[in-house]
């Protein structure tokens, strides 16, 4: 008789495997009958799966723990309630689904969850009461297990009185899910050692050399601060390193982002450092990040320091701000103004631009609606190929994807048709509507004015269509309005030897040529990749997403893939477009 019960690694089982063989050489010593049950009992499947169940527990290691993938998995069941609200009447799947997130045993379920995934299921112990005689001092004893997780508070030194303070505690950390030390609280004594003139360095120093169980005395606050998590979310319009910033209180508590990043604040109870988590990131512990008033006292201090000392640093403010690309070059007097189809407003307000201050940007998510599309705006440098991308889009599907007609005041040329090239009014009616706000964009060229109104982009979202531009990027003044909505993709060039490698390979022809009768000249391409870093700094931060033209159809079908993104999925925005 074969064996039939096996390990986990897929040999036999040595424990019984070795009862099978002392079966066996008993055969003769006992009755055939019990050992037959004996030999079927321990070669059965059942058997055999408590066995490996029972080897695989007892090989796990004490460090081998689940982890939670978040700890808020109510938070995202509200949120998908709200998104199959709008889509019931769609498909009965959408409606099941709705009602079956809505009974209370899966709720209940998940509300287990997330209380043991924020390990919300320590026992709480009782307040220490304040009620003491007038010359008794309430002193409390706390006892934390020391881990490789930071405490999650950081300490100060009273200005008034010179004594050890909490001067914060951090959403998430193991003192906040203590619930036993409070932000003021006035630190005595750390594992017996008294910290009466010595400095925070001395009790981090303290800290770090305990192991085991830190016991704190400590004196309560007055008071306790709502450490209550706020809900705002906003974006990054910036990149911050904590371990780079001299200033900051602890660089192991701060947050690193870059800029894009969805950030939820949980605490703005200090003026200068806020606590956050990056979206994607629930169920960590918060970390310190700048708030938005020391942000931006910091950028106007850079600013000033850089006017001050004259610098001209590739990168910095005074070099990609530069002469726009498309002026007058004063060293080459023989060279003419390039030239567009289209000349914007020769005012361009890059000194407002510049002065405005990026630092964050509160959010909320955008929900799709039925037949109301964003509008694609399409913003880069002259040359990069936006309207091209443009064009192609339109093409792909006539009826969905629309492009307002531009207004102009210069004659009909032979050929044309009123509101299909251009829309033909009298240039005292356009500088009138100009005059009015009813354009988006406009300017002047040989002569005669020409520009986008916002109705027609209105008219194209209103008719259930894909409103399309690719407007001068300063348009995104007038167009990022909560009325609009638009999904704003920054068209890039790729580094100068791809840009030039592929327009070549591509004959592709010059933007900066009226008659587009040549290709580009390697100073256009130098003046393009700086535009598009002047339009990168300006008005970076405003766009949802970015595209990289090195290859004209993968580029065109990322754009495809964004504009599908842009109609089927909650997406963040600015606060005031949801409200």
């Known amino acids: 008789m074969t064996a039939a019960v096996m390990a986990t690694d897929g040999s036999f089982d040595p424990v019984i495997s070795k009862l099978i063989t002392s079966l066996k050489e008993a055969e003769s010593l006992s009755e055939e009958q ?77 509300f287990a969850h997330d209380a043991i995934a924020q390990k919300d299921f320590f026992p709480h112990l009782p307040e220490i009461p304040v009620e003491v005689d007038e010359d008794e001092e309430t002193i409390k004893i706390v006892q934390l297990v020391k881990s490789n997780e930071p405490l999650g508070a950081t300490i100060k030194t009273d200005e008034e009185t010179g004594k050890i303070i909490i001067a914060r505690i951090m959403h998430g950390g ?107 990131e629930k169920s960590t512990r918060a970390g310190l990040i700048p708030s938005r008033a020391l942000q931006e006292r910091r950028i106007l201090h850079e600013r000033t320091q850089k006017e001050t000392n004259g610098e001209t640093k590739k990168g910095s403010c005074a070099s990609i701000c530069s002469t726009p690309p498309g002026s007058p070059n004063p060293n080459n007097p023989c060279r003419g103004p390039k030239t567009k189809k289209i000349m914007y407003d020769t005012a361009e307000n890059d000194d407002f631009d510049r002065e405005l201050i990026a630092t964050y940007e509160e959010v909320a998510k955008l929900y799709p609606r039925p037949s109301v599309y964003r509008p694609i705006v399409l913003i880069g440098a002259p040359g990069v190929g936006r309207n091209e991308l443009k064009r192609r889009l339109v093409a792909r599907d006539p009826e969905k994807y629309k492009s307002p007609v531009p207004y102009t005041t210069r004659p009909v040329r032979p050929g044309e048709v009123a509101g299909r090239e251009y829309l033909f009014v009298t240039r005292e009616k356009m500088e009138s509507d100009v005059t009015s706000g009813k354009f988006i964009e406009h300017g002047e060229y040989k002569g005669h004015l020409y520009g986008t109104s916002g109705e027609s982009v209105k008219s194209i979202v209103n008719a259930g269509c894909v409103c399309v531009l690719s407007p001068h990027y300063q348009a995104l003044k007038s167009l990022r309005t909560p009325q609009l909505k638009p999904y704003i993709v920054h068209i890039r060039p790729p580094a100068f030897d791809k840009l030039k490698q592929t327009r070549t390979k591509a004959r592709a022809r010059s933007t900066f040529d009226e008659s587009n009768s040549r290709g580009f000249t390697d100073e256009e391409f130098n003046e393009m990749i700086k535009s598009d870093e002047r339009i990168n700094f300006l008005y970076g931060h405003f766009c949802d997403d970015e595209i990289v033209n090195e290859d004209l159809t993968e580029a065109f079908e990322k754009l495809v893939s964004l504009a599908n993104k842009s109609e089927t999925e909650s997406l963040w925005a600015p606060v005031s477009w949801v409200q």
């Open 34 to 110: 019990d050992l037959g049950f004996l030999q079927n009992l321990l070669q059965s499947k059942e058997l055999n799966a408590l066995v490996n169940v029972h080897s695989k527990v007892a090989k796990i290691n004490k460090d081998d723990r689940i982890a939670p993938l978040l700890s808020a998995s109510m938070q995202v069941l509200i949120e998908v309630l709200e998104l199959l609200a709008s889509r019931c009447h769609i498909s009965p799947l959408c409606k099941e689904v709705f009602h079956l997130l809505q009974t209370p045993h899966l709720q209940s379920l998940l």
């Open 174 to 280: 193991a003192a906040d899910r203590s619930g036993l030390i409070h932000v003021g609280d006035e630190v005595i004594e750390v594992n017996n050692i008294n910290v009466e003139g010595k400095t925070p360095g001395d009790v981090l120093s303290i800290l770090q050399n305990s192991e085991g169980t830190i016991t704190f005395k400590l004196v309560p606050s007055d008071g306790k601060l709502d450490q209550r998590e706020s809900k705002v979310r906003v974006r990054a319009h910036f990149d911050y390193e904590p371990e780079n910033d001299p200033y900051i209180p602890c660089k192991e508590a701060g947050l690193g982002f870059v800029r894009g990043d969805i950030l939820h604040i949980v605490s703005q109870d200090d003026s200068y450092w806020w606590q956050a988590r990056r979206e994607c």
